[in-house]
């Protein structure tokens, strides 16, 4: 192997490569160096400030652990809901596979719990939608128009507010019967209301703004400046609104069955369960307790979830953090020059 010979001349230095200038080395070229962050949206904002809050967190884990099993009730238990076995009424909790025990006439209570839950969701969830659609036109055409239009709508609002609902629901049902579209359609028809009221509010103060004059200036018609600026403006308090509606309306058809003016057999709901259960709440008080709770946890997971979403669009929410945040830093600083 012949020898590798290297000749420098004087007065100059072999060619070594030298290394990229590395910007660990550099603070400010490292930082500069890594990728922007894209900025959150509006949602994406609400769902930072949503997630940080424990009790609005802890209730949509509750209501998403409520809704798997009203749909997967099927596969959660091996029992018919309306399946009577008079030989086994009124068992205790863990009898012969019965979770919960049987009732007077020896259905499984657990398995009417969860398809008792189909039925209280289906129509908190109906009502609140309902009410929200009929809301939000009549408070959007209220507010965007005044006027007369204005004049209008809000006196049907003071009669509909004036009128008591739990007689007007009762007088509805007895007529028409106990069908649970006739309830959603009742609960909807005296809920709408407030979310009326707020989206004409909103729209009070927003019609003025400069955007929606240069959409008229350019031409877009009433419709577009209702639904495409107006409206999508009002998204968020009519979501806060429409949360707390689940849980009343939840609250009123079980009231409604527990009157015997709700839903009725071979079908299923809370509320029927509390008004089968009060005649035996000697023999089996805790027929009705489960029920209860249910109705109980479900609606305080809803009104969790609601203020939750209120707190994370209440600008003072971030006024009071930015302020405990600088009460603590002059404390620091205090402490530290001390």
Sequence with gaps: MSDLKVTISPGTSPDVPTPEPSHASDP?????????????????????KFSHNPYAMTGLVVL?????????????????PAKIDLMFPNLPAGTDGHLLGTDELGRDVFTRLLY???ISLLIGFSVAVASVIIG???GALSGYFGGWVDTVFMRIVDVMNSVPTLFLNILVLAIFGSDMKYMIMILAFTSWMSIARLVRGNFLQLREMQYVEAARAIGVSNT?????????????????????MVGSAILSESALSYLGLGIQPPATSWGLMLSNAQEFMLVDK???????????????AVNFIGDGIR???DP???????????AKWRRNFSKSGN
């Design 28 to 48: 400010q070229n490292a930082v500069a160096a890594l990728p922007a962050k894209k900025p959150l949206g509006p949602w994406g904002l609400l769902w930072r």
């Design 316 to 326: 003072r929410q971030n006024l009071n953090k930015s302020r405990r945040r600088l």
């Design 224 to 244: 577009g400046i209702i639904f495409r600026h107006l409206l999508r403006n009002s998204t968020f308090p009519i979501i806060v609104n429409a949360t707390l």
């Design 64 to 80: 998403l652990i409520f809704i798997l099993a009203a749909i997967f009730a099927p596969w959660l238990t091996k029992y018919d």
């Design 286 to 300: 805790m027929q009705a307790v489960y029920p209860g709770l249910c109705i109980l946890i479900v609606v305080l």
């Design 136 to 138: 939000s036109i009549i």
């Design 116 to 118: 008792s839950a189909r």
């Design 311 to 313: 707190d994370a669009l």
